[in-house]
C-alpha cells in the first residue's frame, strides 16, 4: 500500500495554489513564507516532480500541479466534510461588523486560519459604515475606528493607524518623478470617502500642506478601492500601512518617502458591549485577533 503524502506539505501547496502566491499562503498559515516554500518541496521530492514554475514575482501551476490540485483540493474537502460531521459540539455563531477595507484586505484573508483554530466556531462577518449600539444592533464584536473611548461598549486596542503615501512601480518609474514630498504636486492624490483627511495629515507633517491641495484628485467610495486604483497606476494613494504590507511585500505598490503620520490613539479597536458578559467565543475570536494583529 502507498504512503500517504505529507498533509502539512499537501496543505502548503493546496493554499499556494489557490492563491497563486507564496506569501498570501502564508499569512493564511500563519507560517513565514520560507516554511511554505519548504513545505512545497518537500512535496515535489515525495511526487518526483515540479508541481509550480516560480518567477520572480509570480508562481504558477505546472500541468501536473494543476491536477494535484484538482486531487488535493477535493481531499481536504472531504476530510473537512468528515471533521465536521464527526465533530460533538455543534456550531457557535459568532456575529462580527466590520469596515469593508479592514474585512477585505486583512481579516477575511486570515479567517480561515481561526476556523481551523477554531471549527466549532461560525463568524458571521458584516461591513458598515455606521456607528454601533450594542443594544439596538443583534452584534458580538465590531471592529471600529476612534479614540478608544465608546459608549456602551468595551475597547480593545488594536493596531497601530500609519498612513504612508503609496503607489505603483510602475507610476513611480514612468510618471513625474517622486524623489521628495512636493513632487506630489504634479500627481493625483487618491482618497476615500470614509477617511477624507488622512492626506490632510501627512502633507502637513510631511511639510508641504501650502504647495499641495489636500482635497484634490480622485475619491473613491472606501480605502480598498483607493488602494487598487493606485496598484493600477491611477495616481498616489494616503495608505494605512498595516493594510498595504502584503501588497508592498510583493511588489505590487510601492512606499513612497520616509514620512509616516501616526495617529496615536485614533485608531482600529475592537468594541464588545458593556452591557453583558463577553460570549466564550468572542472571547476566543478577542485573543486571536490580538494574537494576530496587536503591535502592543
Known amino acids: 500500500m502507498d504512503r500517504l503524502p505529507p498533509l502539512n506539505a499537501v496543505r502548503a501547496f493546496e493554499a499556494v495554489a489557490r492563491h497563486l502566491s507564496i506569501t498570501v499562503a502564508a499569512q493564511e498559515l500563519h507560517v513565514t513564507p520560507g516554511a511554505v516554500s519548504r513545505q512545497v518541496q518537500v512535496l515535489e521530492e515525495y ?25 488535493a483540493t477535493k481531499a481536504l474537502d472531504l476530510l473537512r466534510g468528515a471533521s ?5 459540539t455543534p456550531r457557535r455563531q459568532l456575529k462580527i461588523r466590520a469596515y469593508t477595507t479592514f474585512a477585505m484586505r486583512w481579516l477575511v484573508p486570515r479567517l480561515s486560519g481561526f476556523h481551523a483554530q477554531h471549527p466549532d466556531i461560525e463568524v458571521l462577518l458584516t461591513t458598515s459604515l455606521e456607528p454601533v449600539d450594542f443594544k439596538r444592533d443583534d452584534l458580538d464584536g465590531a471592529i471600529r ?11 480593545h486596542r488594536l493596531v497601530s493607524n500609519i498612513l504612508i503615501p ?6 513611480v518609474k514612468a510618471g513625474p518623478p ?20 488622512d492626506w490632510a495629515y501627512w502633507l502637513e507633517a510631511a511639510g508641504v500642506a501650502d504647495l499641495i491641495d489636500a482635497h484634490s484628485g480622485m475619491t473613491y467610495e472606501s480605502s480598498a478601492i483607493a488602494y487598487a486604483a493606485a496598484a493600477e497606476g491611477q495616481g498616489v494613494a494616503i495608505a494605512q500601512q498595516f493594510l498595504v504590507e502584503a501588497d508592498i511585500a510583493s511588489g505590487k505598490l510601492k512606499r513612497l518617502f520616509r514620512q509616516s503620520v501616526d495617529m496615536g490613539d485614533f485608531t482600529y479597536y475592537l468594541l464588545t458591549p458593556s452591557h453583558r458578559p463577553e460570549s466564550a467565543p468572542m472571547t476566543q475570536f478577542r485573543l486571536w485577533l490580538l494574537e494576530h494583529l496587536s503591535d502592543g
Open 166 to 171: 503609496v503607489a505603483s512601480p510602475g507610476l
Open 47 to 71: 511526487l518526483g516532480h515540479e508541481l509550480l514554475h516560480r518567477g520572480h514575482r509570480q508562481v504558477t501551476l505546472t500541468r501536473k500541479g494543476a491536477d494535484y490540485y484538482r486531487a
Open 178 to 197: 517622486l524623489r521628495k514630498p512636493a513632487d506630489l504636486a504634479r500627481h493625483t492624490l487618491l482618497h476615500s470617502i470614509a477617511r477624507p483627511d
Open 145 to 155: 475606528l476612534g479614540d478608544g473611548k465608546w459608549k456602551g461598549a468595551v475597547a
Open 84 to 88: 465536521s460531521r464527526a465533530r460533538k
